[in-house]
């Protein structure tokens, strides 16, 4: 088992209901429990599933029993997959030093369609984002995704992206099994896949 | 979900809060299991129904929380196990029967679960369902972690078989919802076989005569109290003498723990871990409390412990009256709202004198100011496809044309957010499972008093078998003048997509005995129409004749959920833009589609100027296309080739 970069360690994930959130903490959960780290998982979901923001938390530490949740501003890395809801985040999660990975998709919240508010322009909100984190990995997953075949997939790009920022001590393969325990075989090579992109498009970026 | 039948005794497994608590009961050899879908509780008996065959015991559905407390309690006069478990709205639908069972007694072991939902994150309040425990006598047991989800179901049934009475199991939405190691323990050899003595005069269930057995129940209580202490449910760690306890119970257990430590404070404040909540555990808060300086409660959603504490210690005199009491009532937590480590520790940090910040000052300042200008709020809202949508849109358009300022009064479901924008703020009234019905037939008792405006009720297919049927038994019966409009997405999909009594399927996924919707309302002597929601002409008329006509008439609008079509193989259609058709600006519509209609598969494109569609989000239920002004909307694929 490899110390930790923090102990404990804590990430928050987060984008918009449907895109595939939860199960990204199920299996980054279920990848530091089968390295041998105490991990908790905490989900948000009910009413918040029907196109509202959805926030899983992984904690992990070496040893020990951790609540469901971060304290206030002490996430160490912050997954969105959606741009707008990385910086949602960032006054309940964020710090100077906090590293943020987020897609760079947007989905457009109800009151953006109808045109009574507005959606932030990419430079606007990268820049921002910029200013308010330690390191912004600003990725374009939903297109990886979409290139793969099917733009769910953009969870496993996600998750790919945060192994190469070097916070999490698990490697591909570890992912891989883990994803080996919740998906068909069938579906799993498509999978490994989008996790080895995500992770060659933040190392490139 | 999974049968959790398979997990390995004594090899730990990452289980969510609700699956720990089914393992629990199916370790603790549970006959019956019941529930009704409701988050954040839904997972206990989807997991359960998932292991009832290979664990041979019945777990199901009911059609209320009511009939599933009365269910398990039946299988407990029958000596063996039950269990029911619910979200906190469903103890109120329970209450009568829980307020009379606490008197009668049971025999096998019986356990309510119910789990609290604080912030609402999945409700329509965020009640906080302990109040039954101190209302009916019953003891509480409140789990800190998904392994002591585990544990402590096995010991509530335990429990409950000593003293014979119903004990209540309190978690909560994050707890439900987290994730963490669990270690299975064994499941049982066998199961008691189930019998029901009549002549035994021990087990007549039942209140009467209700003074006596309501000292008796009054005595249970006071048994429990003993049993828990015995167990060792509560613990207390830190100094021997502190200068401030927590006292904490559920998940606040952890945020405390976390709090002392981010204050830097374990020297000087101890943490009262309570499980064991109701009857109050005196020993060891007379212990614990008379030592300590203050004490401060970190518990989610009322001050339960900290009143009763509060009351307690008034009782005891002494040091323990003069103690100087922190929490929900002096404002050093929030009254509403969920706890969390930062709130607990600036509480703590606060009562010790110290205040505490989790980030510097000139950083939150930022981040907040920059989320107030760039980043518009994420409103909820149907899903791309959702039938709902289409509904929605119907009833604003026939009673638009109607022209008589229609109420429509909502019910519990994903259609609850009729009141919101998603659905047009065409839902004038949301209050309870069942209480739209109630209303409408209210309302449209009026007329006679001058009450023109027409009257429509709207209610989800799972609803109304669980408490819309009796309302609309009042209805008929008072002759009650109102248009019911049953949304049938064959799915309780709110909670996940559970089968009701319309889908004939049981929890197990076996075939049951469908109850259908339109026979039941017949046989009400209610006419009765279908319609299909996507076909958005045909449904504005359907609504618009039935209001004109007036009397209480029954409009079923039947189409599948979409997530579930989803998941049976999507919709047929590809939308796309004619850029031909679709003038943007110079069209006059001012944006019809994406203005009103909201559909987030739809979009304004301010570069192209004109109507898009968002392919990733799109399922194309080609819904849309029925309300371009221009026809610009266009849907490709088997459907229209149809047509």
Same mark, same amino acid.
């Given at each position: ?6 102990? =404990? ?31 908790? +998982? ?28 971060? =304290? ?16 949602? +985040?960032? =006054? ?114 | ?13 990452? #289980? ?48 209320? $929380? ?46 309510? &679960? ?28 409140? %789990? ?50 189930? *019998? ?17 057995? *309501? ?26 003498? %502190? ?32 499980? !064991? ?15 300590? !300086?203050?004490?401060? @409660?970190? $518990? ?24 100087? @009491? ?33 980030? $510097? ?56 957010? !009729? ?44 609803? @109304? ?54 026979? &039941? ?35 079923? #609008?039947?189409? &599948? ?9 999507? *919709? %047929? ?26 559909? %987030? !598969? ?13 392919? &990733? ?22 459907? $229209?080739?149809?047509?």
């Amino acid at each position: 088992m490899k110390a930790l970069t923090s102990d =404990p360690l804590g990430i928050v994930i987060t984008g918009v209901g449907g895109q595939g959130n939860v199960l990204m903490s199920q299996v980054l959960g279920r990848a530091f429990l089968a390295a041998g780290y105490s991990v908790t +998982v905490g989900e948000t979901y009910g009413l918040s599933q029907r196109g509202g923001a959805v926030l899983s938390q992984v904690r992990v530490t070496a040893s020990g029993v951790l609540g469901p949740l971060i =304290p206030e501003n002490r996430a160490d890395a912050i997954v969105s997959l959606e741009p707008l809801e990385a910086l949602r +985040v960032l =006054p309940v999660y964020g710090h100077p030093g906090v590293t943020v990975i987020t897609n760079d998709r947007p989905l457009l919240p109800l009151g953006v369609l109808s045109g009574q508010e507005r959606y932030p322009a990419p430079e606007e909100l990268k820049s921002s984002l910029a200013g308010l984190c330690g390191r912004l990995y600003w990725l374009p997953a939903t297109a990886v995704a979409s290139q793969l075949g099917n733009p769910i997939l953009a969870n496993l790009v996600m998750l790919g992206a945060l192994l190469a920022t070097g916070l999490v001590p698990l490697t591909p393969e570890q992912i891989d099994a883990a994803l080996g325990d919740l998906f068909p075989a069938p579906k799993l090579a498509l999978n490994h896949a989008a996790l080895r992109q995500g992770l060659a498009l933040a190392r490139e970026g | 979900m999974s049968d959790l039948t398979r997990l390995t005794p004594g090899v730990a497994v990452l #289980l969510q809060g609700n699956q720990a608590l089914a393992r629990g009961a199916l370790e603790a050899g549970v006959a019956l299991a019941a529930a009704y879908p409701g988050n954040p509780s839904s997972e206990i008996l989807e997991s359960l129904a998932d292991s009832a065959s290979s664990a041979g015991f019945h777990a199901e559905w009911s059609a209320n $929380e009511k009939v599933a407390l009365e269910s398990a309690a039946a299988v407990s006069f029958a000596g063996v196990r039950g269990l029911a478990s619910m979200k906190q709205n469903g103890v109120n639908v329970c209450l009568d029967f829980i307020h009379n069972l606490a008197i009668s007694g049971c025999r096998g072991g019986l356990v309510l &679960v119910t789990c609290d939902d604080p912030s609402g994150v999945s409700s329509t309040n965020e009640e906080d369902a302990r109040f039954v425990a101190r209302l009916a006598d019953l003891p509480l047991i409140e %789990p800190a972690t998904p392994a002591q989800c585990l544990a402590l179901m096995k010991y509530a049934f335990e429990l409950s078989e000593a003293i014979g009475q119903l004990v209540v199991l309190r978690s909560l939405s994050r707890l439900s919802h987290t994730r963490a190691a669990v270690t299975p323990g064994a499941l049982p050899a066998g199961r008691p076989r189930p *019998h029901w003595d009549p002549a035994d005069p021990a087990q007549r269930w039942a209140t009467l005569p209700v003074v006596p057995r *309501h000292r008796v129940m009054k005595q249970k209580l006071q048994q429990a109290g003993q049993l828990m202490a015995q167990a060792g449910l509560n613990q207390y760690q830190g100094p021997e003498r %502190p200068e401030l306890v927590i006292v904490a119970s559920g998940s606040s257990v952890l945020y405390a723990r976390e709090a002392i430590g981010l204050v830097d404070a374990a020297a000087r404040v101890g943490l009262l871990s309570l499980a !064991g909540t109701w009857p109050l555990p005196a020993e060891i808060l007379a212990q614990r409390l008379a030592n300590a !300086g203050a004490v401060l @409660f970190a $518990e989610e959603i009322d001050p339960f412990i900290e009143t009763e504490v509060k009351a307690w210690a008034a009782q005891q005199g002494g040091a323990l009256a003069g103690l100087s @009491f922190h929490g929900k009532a002096d404002g050093s937590l929030p009254e509403v709202g969920e706890l969390t480590p930062g709130l607990v520790a600036a509480a703590l940090a606060d009562s010790l004198g110290s205040p505490w910040r989790s980030v $510097e000052a000139g950083y939150l300042e930022r981040a907040r100011a920059t989320v107030e200008t760039l980043a518009p709020v994420r409103e909820v809202g149907f899903c791309p496809g959702c039938p709902h949508r289409a509904s929605f849109w119907a009833i604003k358009q026939a009673l638009a044309v109607d022209g008589r300022q229609g109420i429509v009064s909502g019910d519990i479901g994903c259609y609850t957010m !009729g009141h919101r924008p998603t659905g047009f703020q065409r839902v004038n009234s949301v209050h309870c499972m069942g209480s739209g019905l109630g209303v409408a037939s209210g309302l449209g008792q009026l007329k006679p008093q001058g009450f023109d405006q027409p009257v429509v009720a709207v209610v989800g297919d799972s609803t @109304f078998y669980h408490a819309g049927l009796p309302a609309l038994v009042n209805a008929r019966w008072n002759q009650s003048d109102y248009l019911l409009i049953i949304l049938d997405n064959s799915a309780t999909a709110m909670t996940g997509f559970q089968p009701h009594p319309g889908t004939g399927l049981t929890a197990s996924g076996q075939a049951g005995q469908a109850v259908e919707l339109e026979k &039941v309302c017949q046989a009400l002597g209610l006419a009765v129409e279908v319609a299909d929601p996507y076909d958005l002409e045909a449904t504005q008329a359907a609504i618009y004749n039935a209001v004109r006509q007036g009397g209480l008439k029954v409009l079923i #609008l039947r189409r &599948v959920c979409a997530l579930v079509q989803g998941r049976r193989g999507g *919709h %047929p259609f590809k939308m796309r833009i004619d850029p031909a058709k679709c003038r943007g600006e110079s069209c006059g519509c001012n944006r019809f589609c994406s203005r009103v209609f909201r559909c %987030p !598969g739809l979009y304004y494109d301010e570069k192209a100027g004109r109507a898009a569609i968002d392919e &990733v989000v799109c399922v194309g239920c080609g819904v849309c296309r029925q309300i371009c002004p221009a026809g610009a909307i266009l849907a490709e694929g088997e459907g $229209e080739a149809a047509a």
